[in-house]
Nanobody
C-alpha cells in the first residue's frame, strides 16, 4: 500500500517536497516512480528510482530530485524552481523488482499506486 502526501500551493519559483510512504513491502526492493496528471492531460512520467539509478522527465531534470529513505520506507520527490506547467496531481507508483529505464517510464508497468496529491503552482 502506498500513501502520497505533501502537496500544496506554492508560488512560481518555489519549492515543495512530496512523499510516498509504503507499507507491507520494503520499498528498497521496488522500482518506485512519480507520475503526474494535469487537468485535461494524460498522466505522464516524472521520475523513478531503482536501487541507486534515477531517471527523470527531461523538463524536470536539474529541478526535481527523487530519493529514498529505506529506514522510513518512503520515497521523496523534492521539487525546486516550480513552474506553472508543473501543476498537477502527483501519484507515486511501485513495482516489486527492477524495471529497466524504458519500462520504469511506463505507468502500465506498475501494480501499486498511491492516491495522488495535488501540487498547485500559482502566484
Amino acid at each position: 500500500q502506498l500513501q502520497a502526501f505533501g502537496g500544496g500551493l506554492v508560488h512560481p519559483g518555489g519549492s515543495l517536497s512530496v512523499s510516498c510512504a509504503a507499507s507491507g513491502r520494503a520499498i528498497s526492493s521496488c522500482t518506485v516512480a512519480w507520475f503526474r496528471q494535469a487537468p485535461g492531460k494524460e498522466r505522464e512520467f516524472v521520475a523513478a528510482i531503482r536501487w541507486n539509478d534515477k531517471w527523470y522527465l527531461n523538463s524536470v531534470k536539474g529541478r526535481f530530485t527523487i530519493s529514498r529513505d529505506n529506514g522510513k520506507n518512503t520515497v521523496y520527490l523534492q521539487m525546486n524552481n516550480l513552474k506553472s506547467e508543473d501543476m498537477a496531481v502527483y501519484y507515486c507508483a511501485a513495482q516489486p523488482g527492477s524495471l529497466i529505464m524504458s519500462a520504469a517510464r511506463s505507468e502500465a508497468r506498475y501494480d501499486y499506486w498511491g492516491q495522488g496529491t495535488q501540487v498547485t503552482v500559482s502566484s
